[in-house]
């Protein structure tokens, strides 16, 4: 410490001392890597709680350093283990400690399911997935079961499981109002990764531009009943228009304010602007943003969002869905109805972020990152293509170099 206090020290030195004093009071934490050699690191700052700590682009950017072993990270589909470390690290702690014996019951069905016929896989992996919805490794069998499925002939789609997740889903979380817009995709007119945040949460989304526009793919038809959007300080558009598309591309306009900068709440600090919902079904939302103002800090941004919500229901039909998809929809499913104690400090150093910031990835939540993760698992293998990229993935872990392509999400 007092040569730390008397010499200084970057990114590393600074994350691999709170690292050993961490642990020197017994405190698990994990060196980390972010984008641009950044090193950051992981501690629990209470039991089942973990911060992520000297910190520039959050969890969508944790991966680990060599000689980090982890022992979940054998599964032929585990790719990502070697680039985003971090959030898998929480998952699968929390796996193993909110239930152990429901962890141990997914894990005894998971290693049957491995000996068991075709047939009964499915259905052993989808039971160990509702004992243990946090073990990752129990979701890569169920995307590898997909591809193994399809190379022996066995029709997946009529697997018991498959129509009792089309069930359980339309009584319980189909049909039911919540913010349809929670950590779906969303790009804006210059490309800017960092848009997502306005779904995602980890800070805010602003432009420089005159003029801009975002656009959200909710990934399913909705029906909207209300439509939010939170300010980010005073950098308010004075004309903005929300237009929808069903997904074939035409969209129509059904809200537009002229006066945005007279509504109530736009003239505070982190104000908000509240629509009624419309009539329309939606698939895709376009905000278009005309007449902003400059903020206060300097940094040049004339629109500034925080967070938009789009408050609905889905009204996507799966009863023909495919097992595939209906997997991705149970993976949402399930782990929307959980609850998972994250912490992310705030930016290291404050010119981090605008040195870095054309690769630095969205900054979701872990839950968000982890749904994705399984979504793309999936979405491999259950195409055509999967068993060759398969046979190409081998885990080890993220390279020192720190080059933005291994941290890329």
């Given amino acids: 410490m007092e040569a730390m206090h008397r010499i200084g020290g970057v990114c590393g030195n600074i994350s691999k001392f709170g690292v050993f004093m961490a ?14 050699k950044h090193a950051c690191f992981l501690w629990q700052n209470k039991p089942g709680t973990w911060r992520l700590s000297n910190d520039v682009f959050g969890w969508g950017n944790v991966g680990r350093w060599n000689g980090i072993q982890l022992p979940f990270c054998g599964h032929p589909n585990a790719a990502h283990f070697r680039e985003s470390a971090g959030f898998h690290v929480v998952m699968m702690e929390k796996a193993q400690t909110r239930d152990y014996r429901a962890f141990c019951r997914a894990e005894r069905l998971r290693t049957l399911a491995s000996v068991a016929p075709i047939e009964k896989r499915g259905d052993l992996l989808a039971e160990a997935c509702e004992a243990c919805p946090f073990n990752m490794d ?5 995307a590898q079961y997909l591809s193994d499925a399809r190379n022996s002939g066995h029709a997946v789609n009529d697997d018991a499981w498959v129509a009792k997740v089309k069930e359980s889903m339309k009584d319980e979380w189909l049909h039911v109002r919540k913010n349809v817009a929670t950590c779906k995709p969303v790009i804006e007119q210059d490309g800017d990764k960092g848009v997502q945040r306005v779904v995602s949460g980890g800070g805010f989304w602003g432009t420089g531009a005159e003029s801009s526009w975002l656009e959200i793919d909710l990934q399913e038809p909705c029906r909207i009943e209300a439509f939010n959007i939170v300010w980010w300080g005073i950098s308010v558009a004075s004309t903005l228009s929300v237009l929808v598309s069903d997904g074939s591309g035409d ?45 206060p800090w300097g940094k040049g941004k004339l629109f500034g969002i925080r967070s938009i919500q789009a408050m609905g229901i889905s009204t996507i039909d799966i009863s023909d869905e495919p097992a595939s998809e209906v997997m991705k929809l149970a993976a949402s499913f399930r782990l929307d109805k959980e609850r998972l104690d994250t912490e992310t400090s705030e930016n290291a150093a404050a010119d981090a972020s605008d040195r870095l910031k054309d690769h630095a990835p969205s900054n979701k939540t872990v839950l968000a990152l982890t749904i994705d993760y399984i979504h793309e698992l999936i979405e491999k293998n259950a195409s055509a293509e999967a ?5 190409e993935w081998h885990c080890q872990p993220l390279e020192d170099e720190g080059d933005d392509e291994n941290c890329d999400l």
């Fill in 23 to 36: 642990n020197a009071h017994g405190i698990p934490a994990l060196q980390c890597a972010q984008t641009g």
């Fill in 138 to 142: 129990v979701w890569a069998d169920r």
């Fill in 251 to 295: 969209y129509v306009a059904v809200k537009t304010l002229d006066n945005a900068l007279d509504h109530p709440m736009a003239g505070q600090y982190n104000g908000s602007t509240l629509f009624e919902g419309w009539d329309q079904i939606t698939r895709k939302i376009k905000v278009t943003l005309d007449g902003g103002r400059t903020d």
């Fill in 387 to 391: 068993e060759e990229r398969t046979k």
